[in-house]
């Protein structure tokens, strides 16, 4: 109909319908799965990633990725955060809720939004502001600037700051790493770009046309970093562990990206530093690498398999032409050879009738001269 919208692919993990109400939300682990299994997403590529932080609450980091469709007409959101799913051991997180932040509640890859009276109740913790086991803005510690020398003298010996030092280690659960994703300017979009207009966007990753990250090279780089620390830390690889090793390991893998830095209190809590795990950037390019050509070479053992069976089939119907042609000729001869039998047999009458007419002929003359 003329003035609507063109409808967006289907590809399913990046884009959804123009009518589509809701977004959807998935863990990393099965995202990535369904990216992988797409050989379609191998040909949307990434236009920029943007690091944003919640003013509020636990100032929350996230990731956004604008990534575009094949034939470049549209382009879709996805989100990837990292919140605390459980305490204690880490186990799946593929049934967890959403992180508190997440803006609306959905079915996992049903296309159905889950009803509010359905929804789970908000995970524990998604940062430092909201551990139960942190005093309330650290109301035991001094401010910054008032230290006492023996504070000053113990804060030489631990870098790390006082609010974190009342966090007990063993604040620990199974992280809650989740993808969000919608087309962009559809109805189900516009919770996504909400939740990005009510943070701060910390910082931008442009990524040049010929050197541009895949939809399947960012599923296998967030799948690898969320395998590579699984449990959540308020201490070391919470939500902003999460944004900034992805990030630092784009500006690795991807050099001809340009950064642009639009807010420096990224990786704080109350504007104080909050520690993070250190090299992770480092280890998380190494185990892509690995999973990424441990991917190509999956892909390459796919397409020869592929080849083969396409092979097979160009064979068989080869062979099926042969046959049918030779059954098609051999139809052919027997028809000649029916066609002709009638032939012959219609000669034959014909020499028939003409030698019955022949003797006729002569029985009538051999009256006529007798008479």
Known sequence: ????????????????????????????????????????????????????????????????????????????????ERGGGFRGRHRDCSDAAQPADTIAPVDTMTGAATPPD?????????????????SSADESSPRVGEATKTDRKTKQKSTRPPYISSISKKSQMGAHDLVSYATLGSRASAELERKCEKATRICTL?????????????????????????TYSITNTQCYWFVETVFDALKSLFVSAQEDITNRRGGMWNRVPVPTKPRSAVEVCDKYHAAWAALAEESEQKRRAEQRQEEERQQEREQHQTAEEAARIEREKRQAAEEEKMKAVERARAAEDANARLLRDLEVLRRKMKG
């Open 118 to 134: 359905a929804m789970m109740p908000p995970l524990s913790s998604l940062d430092v502001a909201e551990d139960p086991t942190v």
């Open 1 to 80: 109909m003329l003035g609507m919208a063109p409808e967006p692919p289907k590809i399913k993990g990046l884009f959804t319908e123009n009518d589509q109400a809701t977004f959807f939300s998935i863990s990393v682990q099965p995202w990535h799965d369904i990216i992988r299994d797409n050989l379609v997403t191998s040909n949307c590529f990434v236009l920029v990633v943007s690091c944003y932080k919640m003013q509020k609450g636990a100032e929350h980091e996230f990731l956004r990725f604008d990534i575009s469709s094949p034939d470049k007409v549209h382009t879709c959101i996805v989100i990837a």
């Open 206 to 230: 442009t990524f040049s046309e010929k050197d541009r990250p895949s939809a399947t090279q960012i599923a296998t780089l967030l799948y690898v970093t969320s395998k590579h620390e699984p």
